[in-house]
């Protein structure tokens, strides 16, 4: 994509292995979770599962932009492995920035996937009673409430879940994800992964804490109140680097099948946007409103390629296995993925006008 990444060197690997074994297999990544389950650990044995973490515990030391073009390229390969590496990718970041010394011992086997670990703490967002609750013990917390979405059940053996403190403080804190009880009563219950019409395959689940114990040494942060929505301020533009991958995944499969005439500005005008991204992540003044209206653009010019795709398809798009279907449901899904409410409110704001 005409970027020059410091670490040159694992951009160019992380494309071969896209372009060579993930391409070619995308439908089938999306409908068969065994093989997903291979991808995701070929990415590991290539060093390539802890992109944001530093080259001196074996990761790629990608800065965010580059994170962000690398999951543009993931996700124009497939979807359903940007979204599932990119939970276990956001868990190995959050370690080598807040981790303690022990817990960092973990980075290189998480870059290589001997470890693999997902998170769980967007409901950290919502307004109203705490859906998870910490309370202070002599030995740590005791963690009660509903975690309504963790991603990578039977993918990842542990997950950073999110709870809230007596005093509204964000507590960021490891626990198993598999059913699990402890000698004090204590419990984790998994749902049977949900029936998702996009990421079907990601293996999602509700998550159930009856006062798990968490010990001192399992918790890996503990952050002010409102953190989260500080940091979904900052980083509105992240999530919008999947839409980016998924309007250029269209555009691989419209090549083959609209005239130049019709293929030529739909690629002018994706690339004219990919530069006002790349600019906005690079410019220390941009604003909010920017990066927002241009998160809100890409997410709908990703929607509006994934229709053109699929009605190029005539019926056949309708089926489960098509690529065009495929594209299109890749597209619901990132229209929503890391959805805050301020995005919502915009987003339908341009919609509705």
């Known amino acids: 994509m005409g970027q020059t990444f410091e670490n040159q060197k694992d951009w160019l690997k992380l494309q071969t292995y896209l372009h060579n074994v993930v391409t070619p297999i995308a439908e089938e990544l999306d409908q068969n979770p065994q093989v997903l389950g291979e991808c995701l650990q070929r990415l590991g044995d290539r060093h390539l599962l802890g992109l944001k973490v530093t ?10 932009l580059e994170y962000g073009l690398a999951v543009t390229e993931i996700a124009r390969a ?17 370690i080598a920035r807040f981790g303690s010394d ?66 509204g403080d964000e507590l960021y804190g490891f626990i198993p994800l598999k059913q699990t009880k402890q000698n004090t009563g204590g419990k984790i219950d998994c749902g049977e992964p949900l029936p ?100 809100i653009q890409v997410v709908a010019i990703a929607q509006e390629y994934a229709q053109i795709a699929l009605i190029s398809s005539g019926g056949a798009g309708n089926l489960l296995s098509h690529p065009a279907q495929r594209l299109y449901r890749e597209a619901l899904m990132f229209s929503v993925f890391g959805q805050t409410s301020t995005i919502r409110n915009a987003t339908l704001q341009t919609l509705i006008g």
Not at 242 to 259: N, R, T, V
Request: hydrophobic share 40%.
């Open 196 to 295: 998702l019409a996009a990421m079907g395959m990601s293996q999602t689940v509700v998550v159930m804490l009856d006062q798990w114990q968490l010990t001192k040494d399992e918790i890996l942060v503990i952050k002010p109140a409102g953190s989260i929505q500080k940091g979904d301020r900052k980083n509105v533009l992240k999530h919008g680097f999947f839409a980016l991958g998924c309007a250029y995944g269209c555009l691989d499969f419209l090549q083959q099948k609209l005239e130049p005439s019709q293929f030529n500005p739909l690629k002018t005008r994706l690339t004219q946007l990919r530069d006002e991204m790349v600019k906005a992540s690079q410019e220390l003044d941009s604003n909010f409103e920017q990066q927002l209206a241009l998160r």
């Open 78 to 94: 497939s979807g359903m492995l940007a979204f599932l590496q990119t939970q276990h990718q956001s868990a190995a970041g959050m």
């Open 102 to 167: 022990s817990q960092r011992q973990w980075l290189p086997q998480l870059v290589t996937g001997a470890i693999k670990i997902g998170v769980g703490f967007s409901h950290l967002r919502r307004s109203g009673e705490p859906m998870v609750q910490a309370i202070p013990t002599d030995d740590g917390y005791l963690l009660t409430g509903t975690i309504p979405w963790i991603t990578g059940y039977g993918f990842f053996e542990r997950a950073i879940a999110g709870a809230t403190l007596p005093n």
């Open 55 to 64: 080259t001196e515990f074996g990761g790629s030391g990608f800065s965010s």
